[in-house]
């Protein structure tokens, strides 16, 4: 195994937790309570591996027919759960096949 990924792997973790302990204590709640009802493990997962891209907070997408867009860090947030979904899928559908 390669020393330095289990480096970036653990402090990934690290921020994980700290980030975590932040919401939850602005939501009122405990982190087990906000990481088990409140944050999908895809975002756990990317953020982990430092492939969470979150951009600025204060950019909004443009309209799109009429309705508000949404900003770009829902954007990034859909991107990510429709790829998790995806790799879901066919992960599932590989396990099918093997059988």
């Known amino acids: 195994m390669n020393p330095g990924y289990t480096e ?4 990934g973790k690290s921020r994980m937790v700290t980030a975590i302990a932040q919401v939850a204590q602005r939501l009122g709640n405990t982190p087990a309570v906000c990481r088990a009802c409140y944050v999908h493990p895809a975002v756990i997962d990317a953020f982990v591996a430092g492939n ?5 907070a204060s950019t909004r997408a443009p309209r799109r027919s009429g309705k508000a867009g949404l900003s770009l860090q829902e954007r990034a947030l859909q991107r990510l759960l429709i ?5 879901a899928a066919q992960n599932a559908g590989s ?5």
């Open 8 to 11: 970036n792997i653990a402090e």
């Open 52 to 56: 969470l891209k979150v951009p600025p």
């Open 83 to 87: 790829r998790y979904e995806r790799s």
């Open 95 to 99: 396990a099918r096949t093997r059988r």
